[in-house]
């Protein structure tokens, strides 16, 4: 195996256990509350950004709809919490489940289009899932559920003095997504994936089971992402369809790998740090203006660094990597 390649590998997890060690740290001396809800919100973007990378960055199939999964998530955690008092760790592991099962039976028809046809199908898709929450009166209907609290517990997990809790958890989550795809990279499924992306005629003539391969990084971004969304309900204590299946959930998903670096290891978390404190501040201080001044912020950020770095900001660290080296 190439010892430069090893190297790198290693380099990346221990800088990776520094980062967040010092994630750690940091909620200890930030006591606004605020702030705190702003990195919370940061780490979870990053950890569902770096499961929707595997499907669409890894694997290159673009998908805009995985909020559905988040969403399903979301209500599965919710509904076995409020209507039949299961914990919501075990809501958790039944929405990952789900979505992941479901992600597969949409993936049977859904992986035979290409290209821009795919992208439209999870749109289309998720969609239709949020109307048939939206009219689903046991799960709230469009009023939502209200998720009752019991009091500051772990095993329920509900806080409401405090929000280090949801932090700390949201940094073990965002650890554990960086980490499946660390080790998920340099994994037969990890090249199958690559080699998927960039011709998939090609892989399939050297023996890569290129259905099979989308199916498995579908189920592995699906059950990853409702853990976020199972996650975000336990946050909130409410949710409803809009507020948990809306396509902005898709985008903000999304935006983070791109704007970091789609299909790279530390993209998704270096556009989420960048993307989503700008996005909740520019919500917060000028978004209340009823012009949509903080969405042009916003979206010009975005269009700046696109068209000044289209691999990403990452780019910019390999590039200069690649100087120091000559």
Partial sequence: MDKQFVERRRRDLITAAGLAAVAAIVPLFVKDVYVQNIMVLTLMYAALSQSWNIL???????????????????????????KLGVLPWFGMIAGGLISAAIAMALGYPCF??????FAIA?????????????????????????????????????????????????LVLACIAWFVTWWLEDSKWGYWWRAV???????????VVVFNSKMGAAAVSAFLVAVGGSFYAQFVSYIDPGSVMGFQFSLLMALPAVLGGIGTLWGPLLGAVILIPITELTRSYI????????LIVYGALIVLIALARPEGLVGLFSRRRKEATR
Avoid: M
């Fill in 56 to 82: 669409s960055g890894y694997c290159g199939q673009i998908s805009l709809g995985h909020a559905l999964y988040f969403g399903l998530g979301a209500y599965t955690t919710a509904l076995l919490f409020t």
């Fill in 112 to 117: 035979r289009l290409g290209g821009h046809y």
């Fill in 122 to 170: 999870t749109i289309v898709i998720a969609e239709i899932g949020l109307l048939l929450i939206q009219n689903w009166d046991w799960a709230g209907a469009a009023l939502g559920i209200d998720i009752p609290v019991r009091g500051d517990s772990w095993l329920k997990f509900q806080f409401t003095r405090s929000k280090l809790p949801y932090f700390y958890f949201a």
């Fill in 197 to 207: 992306k960039d011709n998939p005629q090609a892989a399939e003539s050297l023996g």
């Fill in 287 to 294: 978004g209340g203006s009823g012009r949509g001044v903080d």
